[in-house]
């Protein structure tokens, strides 16, 4: 069964020293409404637009949509 965005997403929750990645890790997990049962970037993309939790999360999720893609392809 192929991990989803969001199980990717949560092994960046709990870091001691938190950076943009954590940070919308633990949004997230804390958010009710993200898709996350989605393994498309346009509906992640577009449900981050309407409620970034913080300034730079459609970059970090840019970034980390990538190496999700990388680590997908590499299974």
Same mark, same amino acid.
């Given at each position: %069964?192929?991990?989803? &965005?969001?199980?990717?997403? %949560?092994?960046?929750?709990?870091?001691?020293?938190?950076? =943009?990645?954590? !940070?919308? #890790? !633990? $949004? #997230?997990?804390?958010?009710?409404? &993200? *898709? @996350?049962?989605?393994? /498309? +970037?346009?509906?992640?993309?577009? +449900?981050? !637009? $309407?409620?970034? *939790?913080? *300034?730079? #999360? /459609?970059? /970090?999720? =840019?970034?980390? $949509?990538?190496? +999700?893609? $990388? @680590?997908?392809?590499? +299974?």
């Amino acid at each position: %069964m192929e991990q989803t &965005f969001y199980q990717f997403l %949560m092994t960046y929750r709990g870091k001691l020293e938190k950076d =943009d990645n954590s !940070e919308l #890790a !633990e $949004w #997230a997990f804390r958010n009710h409404n &993200f *898709p @996350k049962h989605s393994n /498309t +970037y346009d509906e992640i993309s577009n +449900y981050l !637009e $309407w409620n970034s *939790p913080f *300034p730079s #999360a /459609t970059v /970090t999720f =840019d970034s980390l $949509w990538n190496e +999700y893609e $990388w @680590k997908k392809a590499a +299974y």
